[in-house]
């Protein structure tokens, strides 16, 4: 797992609490914050998935 899956899925953690507790407390910006958060964590770590699926790519046509 790299810094971007890593980091990717923490920023999708804390959007899921901040939109709960927006949820929770009836505070619709907590929780488009919270919802923003998510989106973001999972294109980060989409990215990192990505960056992890071409070096594994490179590392296989090396060995071969």
């Given at each position: 797992?790299?810094?971007?899956?890593?980091?990717?899925?923490?920023e999708?953690?804390?959007?899921?609490?901040?939109?709960?507790?927006g949820k929770i407390v009836g505070n619709?910006?907590?929780k488009a914050e919270g919802q923003a958060d998510q989106v973001a964590g999972k294109v980060q770590s989409k990215v990192g998935?990505?960056?992890?699926?071409?070096?594994?790519a490179v590392k296989n046509a090396i060995d071969r």
């Open positions: 797992m790299n810094k971007d899956q890593v980091n990717g899925r923490a999708t953690l804390k959007g899921d609490v901040k939109e709960a507790a619709d910006r907590l998935d990505v960056k992890s699926d071409v070096g594994n």
